[in-house]
């Protein structure tokens, strides 16, 4: 995450039709109430495999994938292999930032009305001090885990999926914004909603949801309060991630965060466990982010509210 610029829920939980996103926007009026399509449980060991495939291409690379350089490539290539097994179109965006080359990797799965497109991403790239794994290997592997969910399910909503992961985020939501921006207006205007996800491993974690939008917010508050875990509204970073290129052209964002370098209050402890006084990340953008800096039941809850959101906004 950039910040130098200022158990389960039911699977058939019922959620009303104001709570889904259709057309670009939220509906208006509150119809009858229809099921939300069953999203599967995502397995944390699968999400760790991934993450400890992050680590040894950071390894291997100088320790970070970051930006412009060869671990953030071959971090690309491995999910793009991956996703390309499974059946997903894959497009690679190229750009430059800082004079060296940058990449995005979008990744359409065949189906689904492509007049309402709903979309969850995170940043794959690192900063240079580490490996990032928790910032943000966290966020892209369990979109990763998630998108092969859909594959292996066979999974055929009603709107079409897309996921994505940008490059350059840690140089100000480079790749994302070059995204939006590469998008003609009616194409934006196809984009039901874009779930964002950065940070969801946090070892000292908080449950943090995005309240950009009303129904996004409530379809993660919604399977939380079905796992019996309190959530608090996400503001350490507020409009610094990948989420606020998408919501400056006016698509409905939303997203999770599980907390970087600000300070675990006793309050909160009291709630989420963990300790008082420390931040939820002592390892934020260090060289001590690597596959040891993750809370495993925190990955876990967020992976699963992850598919629970990508499963209900497009059913």
């Known amino acids: 995450m950039k910040f130098s610029i200022p158990g389960r829920a039911s699977a058939t939980a019922v959620v009303t039709a104001a709570a889904l996103l259709t057309g670009g926007s939220i509906a208006g009026a509150a119809p009858a109430p229809v099921a939300a399509a069953a999203a599967p449980d995502i397995p944390v060991a699968n999400v760790k495999a991934h993450l400890a495939q992050l680590q040894s291409i950071a390894t291997a690379n100088g320790g970070n994938r970051a930006h412009g350089r060869a671990g953030y490539?071959?971090?690309?290539?491995?999910?793009?292999?991956?996703?390309?097994?499974?059946?997903?179109?894959?497009?690679?965006?190229?750009?430059?930032?800082?004079?060296?080359?940058?990449?995005?990797?979008?990744?359409?799965?065949?189906?689904?009305?492509?007049?309402?497109?709903?979309?969850?991403?995170?940043?794959?790239?690192s900063v240079t001090a580490g490996a990032g794994i928790n910032d943000n290997g966290s966020g892209s592997a369990a979109v990763l885990e998630t998108a092969l969910a859909v594959a292996r399910s066979n999974y055929q909503p009603t709107k079409h999926l897309r996921f994505a992961w940008w490059g350059a985020e840690e140089l100000g939501m480079v790749g994302s914004r070059y995204y939006v921006n590469s998008l003609t207006t009616a194409n934006r205007s196809k984009i039901s909603g874009y779930l964002n996800f950065d940070m969801i491993g946090s070892p000292n974690p908080g449950y943090f949801v995005y309240d950009d939008d009303p129904a996004i917010e409530k379809t993660f508050k919604t399977y939380?309060?079905?796992?019996?875990?309190?959530?608090?509204?996400?503001?350490?970073?507020?409009?610094?991630?990948?989420?606020?290129?998408?919501?400056?052209?006016?698509?409905?964002?939303?997203?999770?965060?599980?907390?970087?370098?600000?300070?675990?209050?006793?309050?909160?402890?009291?709630?989420?466990?963990?300790?008082?006084?420390?931040?939820?990340?002592?390892?934020?953008?260090?060289?001590?982010d690597t596959s040891s800096n993750i809370n495993d039941t925190a990955l876990n809850r967020n992976a699963d509210a992850l598919a629970y959101a990508v499963w209900g906004l497009s059913a």
């Open 73 to 125: 490539k071959a971090s690309l290539d491995y999910v793009k292999a991956k996703l390309d097994a499974a059946g997903f179109t894959t497009t690679v965006q190229q750009f430059t930032s800082g004079g060296r080359t940058g990449y995005n990797l979008i990744a359409d799965r065949p189906g689904g009305d492509t007049g309402q497109v709903v979309m969850a991403g995170s940043h794959l790239d």
């Open 224 to 288: 939380f309060t079905g796992i019996g875990v309190s959530t608090e509204i996400e503001t350490e970073g507020d409009g610094r991630s990948d989420h606020a290129p998408f919501k400056n052209a006016g698509i409905p964002v939303g997203g999770l965060f599980s907390g970087a370098d600000y300070i675990k209050t006793a309050a909160q402890a009291a709630k989420w466990g963990g300790t008082a006084g420390k931040a939820f990340d002592a390892c934020y953008h260090s060289s001590c």
